[in-house]
């Protein structure tokens, strides 16, 4: 069964960092591309970000460049978020999803909630 | 960056038919934009319903079918249940970035 269980999500100040973790388990992970998808509560879903399954291609939406990274370690099954300069209006929900190589997110995880605010 | 077009909100009687649609900013969406829809109910993480325009997952109930209708991506729900009220977004690709719609919210009443 495919799991993607993210983790990391905190109430934090504007400025900060932090990194979110999306542990999979259930599939091959290498062989799939994993995407960021967040959603501020009440609203509607905002891709972020995905990366290959070698860890070399990476994207970010335009909204995020620059501040978010995204990586994985396939040793792990385990996908990251690195989010820094943290913004009142980066709080939503933050989920983790799969996908065959450029295609895009059908599995997804529960999502873990980021609440930045001072 | 693209603005992919859905209807805020739709209703449906039990049993009856509903069709959303999905545009694009840019033009008429087409079979390369590689069409994805999702249904959401509240405290839920998404699921997938349709992906690549018309193809089913595993658990998409019958119900539900996906295709293209002139400049648009469309979803259409024949016989609609109650349980199918929910939020529906569409996702479309843009070479390698990916743009969700606003969503439709979808009341069975």
């Known amino acids: 069964e495919v799991q993607l269980v993210e983790s990391g999500g905190d109430l934090l100040q504007p400025g900060g960092s932090l990194r979110l973790s999306c542990a999979a388990s259930?599939?091959?992970?290498?062989?799939?591309?994993m995407h960021w998808v967040r959603q501020v509560p009440g609203k509607g879903l905002i891709w972020v970000s995905r990366?290959?399954?070698?860890?070399?291609?990476?994207i970010y939406s335009d909204s995020v460049k620059g501040r978010f990274t995204i990586s994985r370690d396939n040793a792990k099954s385990t996908v990251y978020l690195q989010i820094s300069g943290l913004r009142v209006d980066d709080t939503a929900v933050y989920f983790c999803?799969?996908?065959?190589?450029?295609?895009?997110?059908?599995?997804w995880g529960q999502g873990t909630l980021l609440t930045v605010s001072s | 960056q693209a603005v992919v077009i859905q209807e805020p909100s739709l209703t449906v009687s039990p049993g009856g038919t509903v069709t959303l649609t999905c545009g694009s900013s840019?033009?008429?969406?087409?079979?390369?934009?590689?069409p994805y829809w999702f249904q959401q109910k509240p405290g839920q993480a998404p699921r997938t319903l349709i992906h690549?325009?018309?193809n089913k997952r595993s658990w998409t109930p019958a119900r539900f079918s996906g295709s293209l209708l002139g400049e648009k991506a469309a979803l259409t729900l024949s016989g609609a249940q109650p349980e199918d009220e929910a939020d529906y977004y569409c996702?479309?690709?843009?070479?390698?970035?990916?743009?969700f719609g606003g969503g439709t919210t979808l009341t069975v009443l």
């Open positions: 259930g599939f091959m992970f290498s062989s799939y591309w």
């Open positions: 996702l479309l690709s843009y070479g390698d970035v990916w743009v």
């Open positions: 990366i290959s399954g070698d860890g070399y291609r990476t």
């Open positions: 999803a799969r996908s065959t190589p450029g295609m895009g997110p059908v599995d």
């Open positions: 840019t033009g008429a969406v087409t079979s390369g934009h590689y």
């Open positions: 690549d325009t018309s």
